[in-house]
């Protein structure tokens, strides 16, 4: 993606199919199931390599269990639909995407009752995404989390005295972000020689193994904190990848439980290290040496201000705050879930949109391309997807808050731009631990003594911005 | 091997090798053996398609008659061969080293022997590196150009006058080469679109596709000449591969036909081109803009002369130049192809490797260290691969006179930097002919009228050099 002449994109995805081609047959292997039904029962196994056929069994059900007319369909829908989510964002239309998402909600239904007729089907959908977790869970969790969160929101918005983000603006070189953030990146505990840190267009973190994890970050010549909290937001996807469970290497115990606990990486070390207080005091002076043309008023109390503003009309999901991006979240997430159980019809989508954008956020989009249609993943038939954005943000919470436990320095580590103990402490209790546990609350239990507490990140969040925002 | 992270070149060999096992199976599946019978009687294939057919026979009859035993002890053997290798060139000690070839001279004839019992051994090693070429061809053309070699070279020695390197020396930004080469190699032809141009310590070029061709070169700053002409030889290569026939995409048909006509297309460009007068008229002005240190006696007759010294004491093949060159390939082929058909014993390697030196080239190695030891080719077991690059010197003063036939207006052409009516020319008839032809002179009957034919080689040489040298 980064580094491939632009004229060779059609070859490699030729390449890439036919790779994948190669996986799926011997993923599917009748060899595979026999050795793992001789495998069920071995009483001898650690709890490593019980994750193992535990991981390898789970996989193959899915995919043997997934007919090819399914599977082929699923890719030229992928495709159809993204055409489709194009042409309606541009016209503003829904009605030019809907009959899409029809038939990705009739296709993820009839695929998750092949896999599995005795779950919910939302529930197996989520299960490529977040595995082990289910609608009931979510519903738990999610509820606690919004009935907390639309009034404090409100609050911030209406009673607030929002800090100064003005002392963050100005252009600034990006030459001379990428450098700052490559420094960044190294000091966190990005290791050069397992990996690398180039610049694309589209953020992203990769790679083909522990010993070569490719990083990439963008910067924009008039936002310093987007190129900043991008590049330490994929640096905690990086740690993870690299602190990944050499003895198991190669094997799906040494794999990420969860897109949402490999999001807790990143916001972990984006949002509980870096928009806190203690990092302001590390990264003032670095960002006052790169950029003399920044604000006296620059300091570690007004940097942290500017980097925490809520955004009091957040319509964009992806421009959203810690604060209103769970409630984009929780949107998603009921709608895509009636969908799948037949509540919801894909016809009343843009108006239910729109009402909980009111009721969530306060703020109701013009049209539907500020609306239903502004993410792509519907389109690619991503059912489960978005709830593992907020379970990350929850989960980073919980585990930075057990770390601070177990190391009372922490704040001033941080402040000295002393990493190491955090990340070393990540590296036993969430990397190194990969797929061991069944799901997101064993993890949260074995890391930090419980299963996921959404009170624990609504109390993180009531205490720093009553306090930002003089509440 | 350019970008990856230095930490990662294990994973990378294990990832390399499974693909590798995943090739080999498919290959040998007797499924391919079904198909192939089925086609090998279709009297409706055109020439292309049945070069398709003759080049995966020719794949699968190597790689299913090669027992995997010989593979692994192949594999083994050139790891442990390149570390026997390296100590023994260390220690200028060929009886270090003696051993491991002594196996693989064991190890091919065997090998050769379980492909193809009725031809001789070496003409089924050649066929790995110059198929369809046989010794007895190989004696015929390599006897006639040493025997005009060999004099035209004394008489450089003893009567020539040398031109002046001087004219080149100097100390030359790195940077300011790697800028210069790569406008030079997107001026011959290259693609940047298809491809890219990076620096690494070994020069190759490789890549997975005709769209995405990858070429290195390097740059010294105390030698202006390697690194242009190194440049210019991989764009040889990248240009070749470019230009390989899409119609065939992925067919053994759209492969470069041998390595001696790879090699071919970088001595065209290196030697052909770039080591001639026209061209020089094009470079000058270009050095002299780049590096203004650069000396006021440089003129396109002085940079022809300094870019045409011959070495006359030319001890090391990787160091020579196009008239020494040939005489280094020659003693290896004699010598190789009688340890083969067990003419020569290995023990005697040293002492008829420094008689001929002596012969040959008028000079005599003080050590096996820069006699006998200083190529890594037969530590790995490649007997039949060092006649390709002599091969390749006499394919490309054929191809480029047929060329220069064709194309009037070449030499002016070259001189105004205008490249694109050779690029052209060379893509219909040696790049798109790809495997068409069964062996190098098939495809120089086709491209140029006649079968290989060393005189034209030799009397390009004396030509130039009579002058050059004022002999």
Request: proline share 5%.
């Amino acid at each position: 993606m980064v580094m491939m002449p632009k004229n060779a994109a059609d070859a490699r995805a030729l390449q890439k199919a036919t790779l994948a081609g190669v996986v799926y047959d011997k993923a599917t292997d009748p060899e595979v199931g026999t050795l793992l039904d001789q495998l069920a029962d071995d009483q001898e196994l650690g709890p490593f390599d019980a994750a193992v056929v535990r991981e390898t069994r789970r996989a193959y059900e899915r995919t043997t269990k997934t007919p090819k007319r399914i599977a082929k369909r699923r890719a030229e829908l992928e495709s159809e639909g993204y055409q489709a989510w194009m042409v309606a964002r541009e016209a503003k239309d829904f009605a030019k995407f809907a009959p899409v998402l029809e038939e990705w909600v009739a296709l993820t239904r009839e695929a998750c009752s092949l896999i599995d007729p005795s779950r919910p089907a939302y529930d197996v959908a989520l299960d490529e995404f977040e595995k082990g977790f289910t609608s009931a869970r979510l519903d738990e969790v999610f509820s606690q989390l919004r009935d907390g969160l639309v009034p404090l929101l409100r609050d911030i918005r209406e009673r607030g005295t929002p800090p100064d983000a003005g002392v963050l603006a100005g252009r600034f070189d990006t030459r001379v972000q990428a450098a700052l953030c490559e420094k960044i990146a190294v000091e966190l505990g990005f290791n050069l020689d397992c990996g690398r840190l180039d610049v694309s267009v589209h953020p992203f973190t990769g790679g083909a193994h522990v010993t070569d994890v490719r990083m990439t970050t963008r910067f924009k010549e008039d936002d310093l904190t987007e190129g900043l909290t991008g590049a330490i937001h994929e640096t905690g996807h990086a740690l993870y990848e690299q602190g990944r469970n050499l003895e198991y290497d190669g094997l799906p115990v040494n794999e990420a439980l969860s897109m949402g606990v490999h999001e807790s990486q990143s916001l972990l070390w984006e949002r509980m290290v870096a928009l806190g207080r203690p990092f302001s005091r590390y990264l003032a002076p670095k960002l006052a040496a790169s950029f003399p043309q920044l604000s006296a008023q620059l300091s570690p109390d007004t940097l942290y201000g500017a980097l925490n503003v809520v955004k009091t009309r957040s319509m964009i999901r992806v421009e959203a705050d810690e604060v209103t991006y769970p409630l984009h979240i929780i949107l998603r997430y009921e709608l895509e879930r009636g969908l799948v159980d037949g509540s919801v019809a894909v016809v009343d989508l843009p108006r239910l949109w729109n009402q909980k954008m009111t009721d969530y956020l306060g703020c109701t989009p013009a049209d539907d391309g500020e609306g239903v249609l502004q993410d792509v993943h519907w389109s690619a038939g991503a059912m489960g997807y978005f709830p593992t954005y907020s379970l990350g943000a929850m989960y980073a919470c919980q585990i930075y808050k057990a770390a601070a436990k177990d190391l009372p320095t922490l704040d001033d580590d941080i402040a000295a731009g002393k990493f190491s103990p955090l990340k070393a402490w990540l590296n036993v209790k969430i990397h190194k631990a990969g797929s061991l546990h069944q799901n997101g609350d064993e993890l949260m239990i074995a890391a930090t003594g419980a299963p996921l507490d959404p009170e624990i990140f609504l109390g993180y969040l009531r205490e720093k911005y009553t306090e930002l925002y003089k509440l």
